[in-house]
T-cell receptor, first 107, second 113 residues
Framework: AQRVTQPEKLLSVFKGAPVELKCNYS??????LFWYVQYSRQRLQLLLR?????SIKGFTADLNKGETSFHLKKPFAQEEDSAMYYC?????????WGAGTKLIIKP | DAGVTQSPTHLIKTRGQHVTLRCSPI?????VSWYQQVLGQGPQFIFQ???????GRGNFPDRFSARQFPNYSSELNVNALLLGDSALYLC????????????FGQGTRLTVV
């Protein structure tokens, strides 16, 4: 079955420290993966997608097919990165979502 | 452009009633998808509509239905409401059927009592 797992409900790091938000997926075929972010009192918005291979707001994510992972990373966390982060997989007209990780950046 | 707009923003209904939620996509977007998000979970796919036809359906009972209008706006209808239908309902629009960059509305918070 197609599934997205985000093992951490909450991640708290200090400002300036590296951040890694974990995402694992289960999918047969070539996956199309996304990271969405939801800042406080704002709507869900696309952060990045693996096919674009961009760095957005200092975040990057690399698809590792061997480990079926798509972890989100940032070398130096900033306070404005505090938000809810969702990993999602596109399959058959729909996005399949992980449960999300709440990232808190401590000053 | 106002982005994806949903109405109402909040709604309280009684068990057994029905509800209609509305969504206006971004201008030029022809695809609308609906998701249900229960507290503490990621969104769950309900429907996708493209060019006024249902293109995908998630694992929801027949009490859930939707439609898309000629102007690409959409309605989600839920009949015989249950307490478990209480959730945030999200609408997302995208440019085409296969274009997977989805733009989300603020959602409608439905509470069933």
């Amino acid at each position: 079955a197609q599934r997205v797992t985000q093992p951490e409900k909450l991640l708290s790091v200090f400002k300036g420290a590296p951040v890694e938000l974990k995402c694992n997926y289960s999918y047969s075929g070539s996956p199309e993966l996304f990271w969405y972010v939801q800042y406080s009192r704002q709507r869900l918005q696309l952060l990045l997608r693996h096919i674009s291979r961009e760095s957005i707001k200092g975040f990057t994510a690399d698809l590792n097919k061997g480990e079926t992972s798509f972890h989100l990373k940032k070398p130096f966390a900033q306070e404005e990165d505090s938000a809810m982060y969702y990993c999602a997989l596109y399959s058959n007209y729909q996005l399949i979502w992980g449960a999300g990780t709440k990232l808190i950046i401590k000053p | 452009d106002a982005g994806v707009t949903q109405s109402p923003t909040h709604l309280i209904k009684t068990r057994g009633q029905h509800v209609t939620l509305r969504c206006s996509p971004i201008s030029g977007h022809k695809s609308v998808s609906w998701y249900q998000q229960v507290l503490g979970q990621g969104p769950q796919f309900i429907f996708q509509y493209y060019e006024k036809e249902e293109r995908g359906r998630g694992n929801f009972p027949d009490r859930f239905s939707a439609r898309q209008f000629p102007n690409y706006s959409s309605e989600l209808n839920v009949n015989a409401l249950l307490l478990g239908d209480s959730a945030l309902y999200l609408c997302a629009s995208s440019l085409g059927q296969w274009n997977t960059e989805a733009f989300f509305g603020q959602g409608t918070r439905l509470t069933v009592v």
